[in-house]
């Protein structure tokens, strides 16, 4: 081998060993998908949220007070059926109810009751009413006999005929309801007779005197009417 060959040999050796090994470049991150932002718009598609109020409720309506005739009308109910509750609720809230077995007032003698002092039925205690007709004696009767003998003895809730500021039953008696209660009206339950012999003079009448207090009518007195000596 020639020394030039030689030397060629070795100089290419060299050249190879002092280069090494190539680097490995690590290829570019590719971008990862960008972070959505804190605050987004929504979709064009997306309807915008709305805040819904609730319909307001409609205004209660104003109770409608009872007319006189219809204050009656619950009054004869209550009486009829022994309803003490709805009776008490409609006595005058100032005058109480005053009671009187006949239709010319004797205001010195009857009987007055505030709605909180009305006895019951049941009460035992006798009171004195008035006086009887013709006789004079007094009347006394626990509230329960004055009811069935002077309030209630007849059927007034289906009587004969109503009538408002009338009174169809008279007899010898005066009647002074309205002077006692000027400012009052009046319904009168009415039957005209009950046995033919009679010829009318059986008649009776249950008289409800209304005052208002307010918008509200109450009942200032209750009047048993029937024919008097």
Not at 196 to 211: F, N, R, T
Request: hydrophobic share 35%; glycine share 6%; charged share 15%.
């Amino acid at each position: 081998m020639s020394i030039m060959l030689l030397i060629a040999i070795i100089t290419a050796a060299c050249s190879t060993a002092g280069n090494g090994p190539a680097e490995s470049v690590p290829p570019s991150a590719s971008p990862s998908s960008a972070a959505p932002s804190a605050t987004s718009s929504p979709s064009p598609s997306e309807p915008l949220p709305t805040t819904v109020s609730p319909s307001p409720e409609p205004p209660a309506e104003p109770q409608q007070a009872l007319s006189a005739e219809e204050t009656a009308q619950s009054i004869i109910a209550a009486l009829k059926e022994k309803d003490e509750e709805t009776l008490v609720s409609f006595i005058h809230p100032v005058k109480g109810v005053l009671f009187s077995p006949y239709a010319h007032i004797d205001s010195a003698n009857v009987l007055t009751f505030q709605a909180e002092d009305l006895p019951t039925l049941n009460d035992q205690t006798v009171y004195q009413w008035g006086s009887y007709d013709g006789s004079g004696e007094p009347i006394g009767l626990t509230y329960g006999e004055y009811y069935d003998k002077f309030i209630y003895d007849r059927d007034f809730a289906n009587a004969e005929s109503v009538n408002v500021n009338a009174f169809v039953g008279k007899g010898n008696t005066l009647v002074n309801i309205t002077d006692v209660f000027p400012e009052s009206t009046t319904v009168e339950y009415h039957f005209s007779g009950f046995d033919p012999q009679y010829e009318g003079m059986d008649w009776e009448s249950l008289i409800l005197v209304l005052e208002q207090e307010g918008a509200a009518w109450y009942v200032s007195a209750i009047v048993h009417s029937s024919w008097t000596i």
